[in-house]
């Protein structure tokens, strides 16, 4: 099966919060793409809230349970006690763990598992005791993968930044991609689910699907929001469908 589509709404986000009015709409650009047929929506309420706010939380939790039971609410974010508590009073059906600092204008780099295990392994227990899906942002790296498994993890998120950054060469694009394969290699071998997410784009999707054709999901904002700008919402969905094998 394809890689389900999971839309990114922090940049929409962040355009509303340009001005103090409220669009564009983040509850209704997700209704568009949820209609269009993404599987889910992505937020990461940073402590600033300078995009996704707070507020954000509620609306999109009953736009996906009045509207579209099937789809997905993902929630994102460094796992301080506030972002924690907001986690789980806003029940997402899976929780992605970042290493960001506040300060950071996006993420850009995964856990240093081995180093951060005993950090991360009570903060995993603890969402799975509310029945939440968790998945740890981690970087192409094989050899970690073993430990963030040992936190009791279900998937890891590969950090795509680097593949996407390098668009216009394509020697050093393979070479990223294959390392992204070999770690997605070593997260199956040990058990683990795999998700994908940065700088993904409709020109890089299938080659990364077809390297990893057991890729459980991607989180895609920037890209996206950039072609629904020329697009549309829904034909933007649509064309990041295609471009996942669907």
Known sequence: MPAKLSVNLNAIAMLRNRRDLPWP??????????????HGLTVHPRPDQRHIRFSDLPDLRA?????????????????????????EKSQPN???LVPDDPAQAT?????????????????????????????LFADADPDGVGAARDTGADRIE???GPYGGFHSDSEKAAKELEKLGKTADAARAAGLGVNAGHD??????????????????VSIGHGLTADALEYGMAETVRRFLHACGW
């Open 200 to 217: 993904l784009v409709v020109a890089n999707l299938p080659a990364l699907s077809r390297r990893i054709p057991d890729l459980a999901e």
């Open 158 to 160: 590969l950090y795509t």
């Open 25 to 38: 709409s983040v509850t209704h650009l997700g209704r568009i793409a949820l209609g269009a047929g993404a």
């Open 63 to 87: 736009l996906i349970d009045d509207e579209f039971p099937q789809a997905e609410f993902n929630i994102e974010g460094y796992p301080t006690d506030d972002f924690l508590a907001l986690v």
């Open 107 to 135: 993420s850009d780099h995964g856990w240093d598992f081995a180093k951060q295990a005993a950090f991360l392994s009570p903060v995993v227990k603890r969402l799975k005791k509310n029945g939440l899906r968790v998945s």
């Open 94 to 96: 899976q929780v992605t």
